[in-house]
C-alpha cells in the first residue's frame, strides 16, 4: 500500500531520492519557503507558507481555512500509485496535521479517534497542529470529532526534530 511518509525539512532530499514520491507537501514560513526538489515536478509541489501557531500571532501567518482548502485540493490530485511526502520544519506539528487531515478525507466513514490512535501509534513524536485539525474539521463538516481524536491522543515525546514516519492513508 502506498503511504504518507511526514519528516522534517533537512531530511526532504534524502527521502525524494530513496522514496521517489510523486507529490510533495511543504509547510514552512513564507520566509523558510524551499524550491521544489530535484525528482518533484513543480506542479507537483504544494508550498504553504505558514508558521506553527495554534492562533493568530502579530506579525506570523497563521494557518487558515485557504490553507486547509489547498491542502484537501491538492490531496485529491494524488492517485496514490506513489507516496506523497509531507514535511515542516521539525516533522511534528503542521506536516502531521496535513497527514491526519488527508487520511481522514480520504476515508469518510473512518473513525476519526483511530486514525488519531493511528498516527500516534506511526509517531511518538507528533503534536498535531491544532488550528488545523480544527479548521478542517469545521470544512469537512466531522463536528468535533476531529478535534476531540487529536486532543484526546496521548501526550507526545518531546524531540526537537522527528524521525521520518509512514502513515497509512486508508482505515
Known amino acids: 500500500m502506498t503511504t504518507l511518509i511526514v519528516c522534517p525539512l533537512r531530511l526532504v532530499p534524502q527521502i525524494v531520492a530513496n522514496r521517489s514520491p510523486s507529490h510533495l507537501i511543504t509547510l514552512l514560513g513564507p520566509e523558510e519557503m524551499i524550491e521544489t526538489p530535484a525528482g518533484i515536478e513543480a506542479e507537483r509541489h ?39 511526502l509531507i514535511h515542516c520544519w521539525a516533522g511534528i506539528s503542521r506536516s502531521s496535521a496535513s497527514a491526519y487531515i488527508l487520511a481522514v478525507e480520504r476515508n ?46 496521548t501526550p507526545n515525546q518531546i524531540t526537537y526534530e522527528n524521525v521520518p514516519f509512514e502513515f497509512s492513508h486508508r482505515y
Do not use: C
Open 108 to 153: 469518510p466513514h473512518a473513525d476519526e479517534a483511530a486514525v488519531a490512535r493511528a498516527l500516534r501509534a506511526a509517531s511518538p513524536y507528533v503534536q498535531p497542529n491544532r488550528r488545523m485539525i480544527a479548521l478542517a474539521d469545521d470544512i469537512m463538516g466531522r463536528q468535533g470529532r476531529m478535534v476531540d481524536a487529536v486532543a484526546a491522543m
Open 46 to 84: 504544494l508550498k504553504l507558507g505558514i508558521n506553527d501557531i495554534d492562533e493568530v500571532v502579530e506579525g506570523m501567518v497563521a494557518p487558515s481555512e485557504e490553507t486547509v482548502a489547498n491542502l484537501l485540493a491538492f490531496g485529491k490530485t494524488w492517485d496514490a500509485t506513489a507516496p506523497l
